[in-house]
């Protein structure tokens, strides 16, 4: 399949968020949104009523993610306000997957779920076979701009030979410093990498303030490597 790309909402304009919307409409293949709740990780981001807003002009599917304690407090509301994935961390929902999992299919969404880095894939052992979308945290969660940990490589790689033994349909994304910086790194250090400039696109887009530069196609070798279907890319700031 063609790799897909997951634009973090979170690094958006927010005063700007109807224009950038228009552009990323014809671009992207899913839209990232990190819900954070200042428990489960320090920091806080976007929230259910934001889903809501931007669900009137998204034309691609919302992707929540949950950084929360209590998942179950959100995947309601989320339904209702338009989210197409939600995607609760594993380590959270260890007493009630299956409940949870169940919950979410009933109110229409696709299930994900998400793993930090230092869980090992066994951890989802018994529902894996349930989820939609498995996220790989390629950084520790709560905060942009950590480097990538190159320890996950495996892991992703562990999770796509799971899939293809099994016949598993869950689609593998990665979260987390996928950016230029991670592209140069793998590019020097793993083989077969490449990052000519001839198979990347760089949209510039001009006359909008603060908004970005997104990379919307890599070398097809780049996800050789990494072994995964969507990538959650960062916007990179240009100014105004």
């Keep these: 399949m063609e790799p897909m ?5 979170m690094c958006m304009d927010l005063l ?14 899913l839209y990232h949104v990190d819900i954070m709740d200042g428990h489960f990780v320090k920091n806080i981001t976007l929230s259910p009523d934001f889903v809501k807003v931007f669900s009137t002009i998204a034309k691609k599917p919302i992707d929540c993610h949950l950084m929360v304690t209590d998942p179950d407090d ?26 949870i999992m169940n919950k979410i299919e ?13 869980t090992p894939l066994s951890y989802i052992r018994e529902y894996i076979d349930r989820i939609d979308k498995l996220t790989i945290m390629t950084v520790d969660p709560g905060f942009a701009g950590q480097p990538f940990i190159k320890e996950m490589l495996g892991k ?12 598993y ?17 793998l590019e020097k250090k793993y083989v077969g990498f490449s990052m000519a400039k001839t198979a990347r696109r760089i949209i510039r887009i001009p ?6 530069q997104i990379v919307l196609k890599v070398n097809f070798s780049f996800f050789n490597v990494l072994d995964c279907d969507i990538l959650i890319s960062p916007f990179f700031k240009v100014g105004s």
């Excluded at 309601?76 to 260890?94: D, F, Q, R, S, W």
């Excluded at 229409?108 to 930090?116: E, R, S, T």
Aim: charged share 30%.
């Design 5 to 9: 790309f997951n634009p973090s909402l």
């Design 16 to 29: 700007d968020i109807k224009n950038q919307a228009e552009i990323l409409n014809e671009r992207c293949d």
């Design 74 to 99: 959100y995947i309601e509301v989320l339904a209702e306000n338009g989210a197409g994935y939600i995607c609760p961390h594993a380590e959270t929902i260890n007493t009630d997957a299956f409940r």
């Design 106 to 118: 009933a109110l229409g969404c696709k299930k994900g779920v998400v793993l930090n880095p230092a």
């Design 156 to 167: 992703i790689r562990e999770a796509k030979e799971l899939k293809e033994k099994y016949g």
């Design 169 to 185: 349909k869950f689609l593998i994304e990665i979260d987390g410093s996928c950016n230029q910086r991670t592209f140069k790194e």
């Design 207 to 212: 006359n909008v303030p603060y908004f970005c």
